[in-house]
């Protein structure tokens, strides 16, 4: 594969991650770590080893995130009850 098409490529589906994660969809978060084995692919065949220690560090921020978002937000405790006092004067 040309190293132009690569670049294309990897553009693309990092958009699109981004993208779908700035819709508020859990997927743009799943994409973003699925793009990290065509960064490992990359790196590997063009002997590029930075990207393949990038891949390994953004994996892990895009598992962390996915994570959070699939994970069920707890529910807000519930308004605590206004208690008046009566004063005798």
Known sequence: ???QL???L???VGV???WLAGKRSWTGWAVGLAAQLLWLAYSITTRQWGFLVSCFVY???YLRNLSAW????PAPPPPAEKVTRCVAS
């Open 1 to 3: 594969m040309s190293h």
């Open 6 to 8: 690569w670049s294309w």
């Open 10 to 12: 990897l553009m693309a």
């Open 16 to 18: 699109t991650g981004l």
């Open 59 to 61: 994996g892990a921020v």
């Open 70 to 73: 699939l994970r069920p937000t």
